[in-house]
C-alpha cells in the first residue's frame, strides 16, 4: 500500500534539471522529438492544469513509475521556466544524437537532386539535337 501522506510539492533546481535531462532523453532515443516539443508547447499555457492532471491519474502512473519521481515532474511542469528548460534541452540532445545521420541524408539529397537536374539537361538537350 502506498503512503499518500507525503506529496512531492517542491524540488531542488539541481534535481529538476536531472529530471529534464533525463526525460528529454527518454523523448530523442525513441525519435519523438517532434511530438515532444509540440505537445509540451501547445499544453505550455495549460500548465497548472496539465500537473493537477499528472496528480488526478498518480494513483494509476504508479503502476507504471516510481511515484516519487513521477510527482517531482508533475511539480516541475507547474514552472514555466522547467518547461522552457526541457524543451531546448529536448533540442539540444537530439542535435548531438542524430547530428551525423542528418548531414548523411541531407548529402543523398542534394545528390539525388542533382542526378534529377541532370537527367532533365539530358532529356532537354536530346530533344534540342532531335529538332536540328
Do not use: C
Not at 503512503?3 to 533546481?13: L, M, T
Not at 501547445?42 to 500537473?51: A, F, R
Not at 537532386?113 to 530533344?127: D, E, V
Amino acid at each position: 500500500m502506498l503512503n499518500y501522506d507525503s506529496y512531492v510539492v517542491e524540488i531542488p533546481r539541481e534535481r529538476a534539471l536531472v529530471l529534464i535531462d533525463k526525460a528529454a532523453r527518454f523523448f530523442v532515443e525513441r525519435r519523438l522529438t517532434p511530438a515532444a516539443i509540440m505537445t509540451i508547447e501547445s499544453l505550455k499555457p495549460l500548465n497548472g492544469i496539465s500537473s493537477a492532471a499528472m496528480y488526478a491519474v498518480l494513483p494509476v502512473m504508479e503502476l507504471f513509475f516510481d511515484s516519487k519521481s513521477y510527482q517531482e515532474f508533475a511539480v516541475l511542469i507547474e514552472n514555466r521556466e522547467y518547461v522552457s528548460l526541457l524543451v531546448n534541452r529536448i533540442e539540444e540532445i537530439d542535435d548531438e544524437l542524430h547530428w551525423e545521420e542528418r548531414e548523411k541524408k541531407r548529402a543523398i539529397r542534394i545528390k539525388r537532386r542533382k542526378q534529377f537536374r541532370a537527367w532533365i539537361k539530358n532529356i532537354f538537350n536530346r530533344k534540342q539535337k532531335d529538332i536540328k
